[in-house]
């Protein structure tokens, strides 16, 4: 079975500073790596994912995620914040194989931006 | 032109009623997911539909019973509503039961409130 952390409930960051979110997963089989944003009072959007190839895999809007596999972890970076990145942030994983095929979910990360 | 659209917003209904929440998406996909998000916003995922068939039902209660009457629609149906019922409900689609990998789509997602 599989199962993501989020370490963080709630990270508060000053507007251009840089962030990051912590993901940490645990599974016995190989997977796909997500992050997916949570805007006030919208649904889920996925922001990025980790599907094969490079490690390092980006978002249109400026995020960036890392596979690393040695420590089970998909950590969101961004240089520079903005008050629009407000939002709640989900990690979530599914396994290669597809036996399951869903998303398990992290508990998520209110990431607040701040002027 | 909503992708993946849920009716209605919101809801507020009182302890013992039956009620339903509808979904459709206009993607053309095959899969269709429910997932609740609890209070402490942790989702997880609840029945997932693949050309209308059921696939994935983790452990729900019978109190609630999705229908498919067509791939396009995954409706979610729920007997004798309890207090802890009440959360947010978000349906999800996937172009077909193998590519959950490549994108979830979600809709906004339903705060049904039991008082």
């Known amino acids: 079975a599989q199962s993501v952390t989020q370490l963080d409930s709630q990270v508060p960051v000053f507007e251009e500073a840089p962030v990051e979110l912590r993901c940490n997963y645990s599974?016995?089989?190989?997977?796909?790596l997500f992050w997916y944003v949570q805007y006030p009072n919208q649904g889920l959007q996925l922001l990025l994912k980790?599907?094969?190839?490079?490690?390092l895999v980006e978002s249109i809007n400026g995020f960036e995620a890392e596979f690393n596999k040695s420590q089970t972890s998909f950590h969101l970076r961004k240089p520079s914040v903005h008050i629009s990145d407000t939002a709640e942030y989900f990690c979530?994983?599914?396994?290669?194989?597809?036996?399951?095929?869903?998303?398990?979910f992290g508990t998520g990360t209110l990431l607040a931006v701040q002027p | 032109d909503t992708a993946v659209s849920q009716t209605p917003k919101y809801l507020v209904t009182q302890m013992g009623n039956d009620k339903s929440i509808k979904c459709e998406q206009n993607?053309?996909?095959?899969?269709m997911y429910w997932y609740k998000q609890d209070s402490k916003k942790f989702l997880k995922i609840m029945f997932s539909?693949?050309?209308?068939?059921?696939?994935i039902n983790e452990t729900v209660p019978n109190r609630f019973s999705p229908k498919s009457p067509d791939k396009a629609h995954l409706n979610l149906h729920i007997n004798s509503l309890e207090l802890g019922d009440s959360a947010v409900y978000f349906c999800?689609?996937?172009?077909?039961?193998?590519?959950?990998?490549?994108?979830?789509?979600f809709g906004q997602g339903t705060r049904l409130t039991v008082v």
């Open positions: 999800a689609s996937s172009q077909d039961w193998g590519t959950v990998h490549t994108e979830a789509f």
């Open positions: 599974s016995s089989v190989s997977v796909y």
């Open positions: 980790y599907l094969s190839g490079s490690t």
């Open positions: 979530a994983v599914s396994d290669r194989g597809g036996a399951t095929n869903k998303l398990i």
């Open positions: 993607l053309g996909h095959d899969t």
């Open positions: 539909y693949n050309n209308k068939e059921l696939i």
